[in-house]
Structures are given as C-alpha cells and as structure tokens.
C-alpha cells in the first residue's frame, strides 16, 4: 500500500507541474512587464503546479541584498521584514541557500527542510505552514546570475529527477524573459526558445515512463498518445487516435462522461478503471488526469499505470493481512504493530475494546493520539529504547486500574524496514495478588514495632491502597454486638473533613455503612447519592460517591468493622476479598499481640511473685539467722558477763591490794634507808637478804609497773565489757517493736561490731549532725548499716576512706555512707537494688543484701537511694520518716492535747 500511494502522488504532481509549466510558458510569451510575469510565475506554480509557497528575488544592483519582488502561498508574510544578504559576495562563503545559489549561480535544493541547518531561521515557518522542502534556482541575465526563484514543497524529498529538470527549464524560460525584457530583439529569441521548450515538453510527454493519453473530455476522443500507450494498449497511433475512451473503459458512457468531467474541473485527479486491450484482454490501471490548455482549449493529460499485477498482489496480502488479524484477534492479550515513527499499523479487537474504539480508527496513530501525555510519553520511551536497541524487553504497564506485561520486539522485514511487535498479557489478578502478599508480609514485620492504633491506621492505609480508594476507616465492635469503638480513620478520609464524631456509638444509630454488621456480610454501594436508605451525612463530613464495608468475624462474633470509599470506579468482589484479607490480618496480629501481652504480663506478675517469694524466704532465713546469732551473742554475752564480773570486781580488790602493800613496801624502804643513816657499818644478815633480793626482783620497777598492769588489765576488761554491750544492743533480741533510737548510737555499735572488716580496708570519718530520737525497730536499722558499711569496705580495693554523715531534713533524718571505692555504671544502679542480683564473684554473696535493706527502709516508709560513678566511689544515703509515718511523739514532747508522751 505504501509504493501504491507513492507511485499514485508522484504522478499526481507530475502532471500538476506539467499544467503549470504550460501555464508559465504562455505567461512568458504574453507578459511585457517583470512584475505581471512574476506574479504570473508564482500564481501558476502554486495553484496548478501544487506548490506550497513561491516567490521571486532580484539582487540589488548597488548592493548585495536581494529584494523579494512578489510571492504566493502561505507564511510568505515574513519576506517583508527581512533583508536577504549575499554575504561577502565570494563564491563558496554563503551559507544561506538563496545565496548559494546567487554567488554559486546554481540551483541548491533542500530535501528534508525541517532538519536542514542551513536553514534553521525558517524551522518555525515550516512548521506552521507544512513546507517539507525548498528549492532556490538563480535566474541569470546574460549568463549572470541576477535573481532567484523560491519554492516550497508540502512533502519530503519532493524534488526528484523528473522534477527538477522541468524546474530547471522553468528557471531557464524565466531567464530567456530577463534577457528579452532588456533587448525586444531578443524577445523573438525568447519565444523561439519557449517553442523550443513545447517541443522538450512533447518529447517529455513522448518518452514518460508510463503510458499517456491526451483526452478531450467533451467527446472522449482519443487525441493524442505516447509511444508507450501504444505498446501497453496493442493499436497503432493512427488507430488509437482514432478511438474514443470508451472503446478502452468498461465504465458506461454515462459513467464515463461524469468522470471525465471531474478531471476537466480538476476536482478529482485520480481514477481507478478497467480498460480493455487491442487482444480484449482487461487491465486493472490507475488513471492520473489532469486539465490542460492548448491554444484556449482544454484538454485531459492522461498518465495510465497498469495495477493488475498489483491488485493481485494485494489481494493475496489482504488474504494474509485478514488471516493474520484472524489470529491476533484470538490471541490472549492485548498485540500491536508500529512503524518507525511509532505510528500503529495493526492491532487487534482486544485492544480497541480496551480503548472502547473501533480498531480501524487505531491505525496511523501514535501514543500521544491515544493515551494521556504522561503515559504516552511512558509509552513512547519505551517503545524507542527496544527499536534502538533490538531484541525484546518486557515492562509493565498500567492503565484503566488494569495492570499488564508487555513484551515488546523487533520486526524487520525483507526491505531492511524496521517495525515494533507487542503483545500485552493483563496480570490484574497477579499483581494484585503480590501486592495483598507484599501488604500482609509488611503488616507482620511492622506489628511489633508499633502501638495498637499505629498498627491499625497502617493496616487500614494498606487496605485503602489495594482498593484504589480515597477514604478509610476502622471501628471495634465491642463484646455486647450493639455498639461500636471508632479507632482510626485514613489521611485521606480526614484531609478537609470538619465534621464532629463520638468514638463510642450503638449500631443502630449508624449510617448504611453499617449494614455490613446487620447483615453479618460485605455491603457495596456504587452509587451512594441515590441509595434510598442511606442515612446522610454529617455537615463536614467527605462526600461520599461509592463504599464497600466488611465486618471481621472471630469465632461467629463480629471484632471489628473496615471500609473504604471513593473509588473512581466500581467496587467489585475482588476489593471485597482484599478488604476481608486484610481485616482478617490485622485481627489477627492484634488478638495475638493482646494474647501475647496478657500472657507476658501474666508470666512477669508470676515471676515477680516468685522472686518475691525467694526474696522473702531468703529474707526469713537471714533474719532467722540473724536472731539466732543475736541470741548466741546474748547468751555469749550473758555467759561472759558474769566472769567479766567477777575479774572486773576482783581487779578492784587487786588494784587496792596491790596499792596497800606497795605502801608497805614503801615504808620498809624507808625504814632500811633510815637503818642506814643511822649505822652505816651496821650489816644485818637479815637486812642484806632483803637488798639482794630487791635488787634480784628489780624491785624499783615492779612499784612503777604493777600499777601500770593493773590499770591496763582494768581497761581490757572495760573493753570487752563494751564489745559484749555493743554486741548485745546491735542484736537486741527479742526486739522487733518499733520504739525510739538513738542512730549515731546504734551507728557506733554497728562499727565495733563490724570492726574487723574495716580497720584493713578504711579510715572512718565521722560528720555527725544532731540528731533526734527517731521511731523504728533499732536491730534493723543496724542491720542496714552494716550492709552499707560492709559494702562500702569492700568495694575499696586497697585502702581508702569511708565517711559517715548524718543530718536533719525536715521531718526526716538521714544516714550516708560514702566509699572511696571503684563505684558503679549507670546500669549497676539501675539493678543494684534487685534481689539475687550481685557484682561479686560465685560464692562471695547472695545479692540479697541491699535488697533486704531496702526492704526494711521501705517497712519504715523511708528512702535508700544511690550516687556513684566509674571510679569515684559510692555514696548510699538511708531516709527516715522521725515517727515512722505513724505520727507518734518521741518521749519528753507533748501532743496537742497537752498530755506528755512517756
């Protein structure tokens, strides 16, 4: 079909430029002036010789521009308001076609206009006005170019051999004129050369590469024809001529005469007949007629172009062609042709039923003819990369809420012509199943990582997506199935909604997108505003144009109720299962996370109690090891009292014994040293005796240490009484009532008795404050700190200081032990507190020490709190309420009754 069209317009215009070139020649002869022959020139090879535009150009005689003389055609306007130059004047240094063909003083033709840079000026033009090809032929007065002839082409590649040559001669007539014009001598010459010309156009007639005919359409008669119309017909010239037209045609003369007719009025210019050969045979041909006028006359120049060959041909294609549509038609998708310029050129039923057209009007059309831009230039880019790079590719696409997979290929064809194959297969329902996939698999990994409500606004977004809809929203029906909890609506449901709405309702209050729950099933409403039962809205409320709402069932129950709305098409069963899908996800995920909290809240409730259960039996077990030491220490300290007693009582006599006779040995010193004074040469044996023995005995020494012994013997034994008392006042056994204490001296108790894990390890500081008698069970207390004291110590790695400071906060008091040790991170002290939980090594403690000590501050409804820090040591501070959080007085005060407390 593409040759035919070719083949059909070429002739066309040949016989069009035929009737202008004639038309031009008797213009030549006629006209006397430059002007009235130009205007003729351009009129003629405009309106007959099919051109778009025309104009002529004579150079200046003083300068180097041209000067447009007359023009016709469309989008010529512009010629009045520029200025043509011929640049330098050098041959070779234009650049601009009319000046090429000026300076170089032959004819320069542009083939493809709109890609022609050298003339980018006129693009625009082109384009606007259609002009696909230009011409520029210098006309030349006395062999010297001295103007141009311009014309503009509708088509590409217009200016073929044919026609050019006539051009040519056009150009040369034109220019045999210009020279008459200036010599009347000449003139003769001129229309000697335009008789000339007839000749040349006779014998172009002559020699044409098909056959034709000259026809006087008023009678049919056969006037003229050329050599190959003989040899195609089988007459000779005398016999044709002879002939009428209707001899050749099988039309009716009636038919015929009509015909004919429309050639002469050129309101047609091609025909298709079949006409009859000298041997009878019938030819199908293709008639190209056009008018022409010789000596006032008009005639139809006939150019005849045999098609039985190709008719044949075709039908054998339009065969295959309806064979091969026959069998995209059946195929399963979507399937298609295009061109190189992306232009369709076969597509099947299923396409055009897509696009709701019929498939005829498809062909010829690009993407952007059919599709929005944004997808047509989608399309386009795509279809460009597979005809760029070969091969096949597949893509998706989606259009109409349809997805699809498009394979896209190559087809070239025997003439080396390259076209586009595709076949779309829909995968509406796989993609939407991978996308229902990827939206539950997304739900499962993102539940942990949200809140309920956060979980559930995801969840209904999803749902919304799938759907394709604008608005969503999501409710828990509770337990009594007659009222309902509003727990999320989507953006989109809330973008630009004011309205008001209560999170608690009963069903029997809501709209019809409640009927879901009424009817125990999935509700659709395509066209909401004209559903006679629906309810309204209220004001601020998102307009509503359709719906589809689905209750989520659990164990026969409805738990909860989704819908979406606003889709820009229909709902169908497809949304419904989707919206199930995920419903029935969503709950899911949240009956297990609320399962699962109940659970691990259960669990963390029953290992709390079990730890407090350890706690509190390993708490009973040190307590009752604690009374038991007390009552070893008080029946050790009872025991040891009695015989401290006696020593104590003993040494007293001792002392004074020992104090009495040292006075009598005095007296006897002094009357041996009075013995002496009186008779020194006097040498009693009995007075020697008691000097050596003295003297043996070191007896000046024994008056000055048997003192000193005796007062230290006195203090051990003071000592030890103390240790026994403090013993005994730390465990105070039998005491477990709250009554009023002394804390520094209990504090200083709780150091001598802990005294041996001290003295190696710190330095005790003391910075005591006043403080007041203060209501608690005093054994505890003690125990308290002794924990803190024995901690303190052993956090010291070496030797260090541990200070012990107390004071007065309101109606609190405090103790606080400060360490130099190797203090605690953040997350120690975070947990120092727990029970079991220890930073000693295997076998060196429980962990339960500050966790019963704990214990027992909170029993007196005061604080333990700690300070420390990697490396700077650890400061534990112990609060207490005075009275306790009882509101008893301490013994001397009075209430406000006046009576006084004893």
Known sequence: ????????????????????????????????????????????????????????????????????????????????????????????????????????????????????????????????????????????????????????????????????????????????????????????????????????????????????????????????????????????????????????????????????????????????????????????????????????????????????????????????????????????????????????????????????????????????????????????????????????????????????????FVIDDAAGKRYLGGLSMDVTDRFRSNERTHALLRLNQIAADLTEKQFLSEGLEAAQALTQSQIGFLHFVNPDQETLELVTWTAGALKGCTAAFDAHYPVSQAGIWADCLRQHRAVIFNDYANYPDKQGLPAGHAPLQRLISVPVMDAGRACMLMGVGNKTTDYDQSDVETLLLIGNAMWRIVSRQRAERALQQRVQELSDLNRDLAATQLQLLQSEKMASIGQLAAGVAHEINNPIGFVKSNLGSLADYVDKLLGVARAYAALEKSLETRDPSASDPALVEVKRSKAAADFEFLLTDLPELIAESREGVERVSKIVMDLKNFSRVGETDFQWTDLHAGLESTINVVWNELKYKADIIRAYADLPPVYCVASQINQVMMNLLVNAAQAIPERGQITLRSGVQGNQVWLEVQDTGSGMDAATQARVFEPFYTTKPFGKGTGLGLSIAMGIVKQHHGTLTVQSAPGQGSTFRMTLPVDAGRGVLPPGSSDPTGAENT
């Open 1 to 408: 079909m593409t040759v035919h069209a070719h083949a059909h317009g070429q002739q066309e215009r040949l016989l069009k430029l035929y009737a202008a070139l004639l038309k031009c020649g008797q213009a030549i002869i006629r006209c006397d002036q430059k002007a009235a022959l130009f205007e003729e020139i351009c009129r003629h090879v405009v309106e007959i010789g099919g051109m778009r535009a025309a104009w002529v150009g004579l150079a200046g005689v003083e300068d180097t521009h041209v000067w447009p003389q007359t023009h016709c055609g469309d989008g010529l306007d512009y010629l009045q308001t520029i200025r043509l130059s011929l640049g330098s004047g050098e041959p070779g240094t234009a650049t601009d076609p009319v000046a090429q063909a000026l300076l170089n003083n032959q004819s320069v033709w542009s083939q493809d206009l709109a890609h022609d840079p050298s003339l980018l000026a006129l693009h625009e033009l082109a384009q606007a006005h259609a002009w696909r090809a230009a011409a520029a032929l210098p006309l030349r007065q006395a062999g010297k170019p001295v103007g141009v002839l311009c014309l503009y082409a509708d088509q590409v590649n217009a200016f073929d051999t044919l026609t050019r040559d006539l051009l040519e001669q056009l150009a040369s007539n034109i220019s045999y004129a210009l020279d008459a014009f200036e010599n009347d001598a000449q003139r003769r010459q001129v229309e000697y050369a335009l008789q000339e010309s007839e000749v040349r156009y006779s014998a172009l007639f002559a020699n044409n590469c098909m056959p034709m005919m000259i026809l006087d359409p008023s009678t049919g008669s056969i006037v003229d024809a050329n050599i190959l119309a003989l040899d195609f017909y089988g007459w000779d010239k005398a016999t044709f001529t002879a002939m009428n037209i209707m001899d050749v045609n099988t039309l009716t003369p009636e038919q015929i005469r009509a015909e004919m007719a429309q050639a002469a009025s050129a309101k047609r210019s091609f025909f298709e007949f079949r006409h009859r050969l000298a041997s009878g045979e019938l030819r199908d041909v293709e008639v190209f007629s056009r008018p022409v006028t010789f000596d006032g006359k008009t005639y139809l120049m006939s150019a005849v172009h045999d098609v039985s060959q190709r008719q044949a041909l075709q039908a054998q294609m339009r065969s295959a062609q309806a064979l091969t549509q026959s069998f995209i038609d059946h195929l399963p998708g979507l399937a298609f042709v295009k061109d190189s310029d992306l232009r369709l050129t076969l597509v099947n039923r299923k396409l055009a039923e897509l696009l709701g057209v019929a498939p005829e009007s498809l062909i010829g059309k690009t993407a952007h003819e059919i599709f929005p831009p944004e997808m047509a230039d989608e399309l386009a880019e795509m279809d460009r990369e597979v005809l760029t790079q070969g091969g096949s590719k597949i893509y998706d696409e989606a259009f109409n809420g349809r997805h699809s997979e498009a394979t896209l």
